[in-house]
């Protein structure tokens, strides 16, 4: 089972950067997706998560309107677009895929986590 990040790096505030979190090892598409992050000092928080069955999605208030969540079944990978970014952005940013049966949560999988550093 492994999941992959990629896409992290250096960019200034205002700027854009995709995250990819691609997936293999386990059944993919039984799975929710969700992004976490962890900053500096701070305990991990959810940044965004969207269901498997019906793509519901939802968003930590501080990036809604900025952030937006994907998925490509075909490609077994998650993507994070994250636009008009803040030096409070600044973590590590993790994937997560986790799966539920009739609402109870069973198991889950995290990637290594890439850094995402925005510069004031």
């Known amino acids: 089972v492994q999941l992959v990040e990629s896409g992290g790096g250096l960019v200034q505030t205002g700027g854009s950067l995709r995250l990819s979190c691609a997936a293999s090892?386990?059944?993919?598409?039984?799975?929710?997706v969700a992004w976490f992050r962890q900053a500096p000092g701070k305990e991990r928080e959810g940044v965004s998560c969207?269901?498997?069955?019906?793509?519901?999605?939802n968003y930590a208030d501080s990036v809604k309107g900025r952030f937006t969540i994907s998925r490509d079944n075909a490609k077994n990978t998650v993507y994070l677009q994250m636009n008009s970014l803040k030096p409070e952005d600044t973590a590590v940013y993790y994937c997560?895929?986790?799966?539920?049966?009739?609402?109870?949560?069973?198991?889950?999988?995290w990637g290594q986590g890439t850094q995402v550093t925005v510069s004031s």
């Open positions: 997560n895929a986790f799966y539920s049966d009739s609402g109870w949560f069973e198991r889950d999988y």
């Open positions: 090892g386990f059944r993919y598409d039984d799975y929710s």
């Open positions: 969207m269901s498997n069955t019906d793509g519901w999605i």
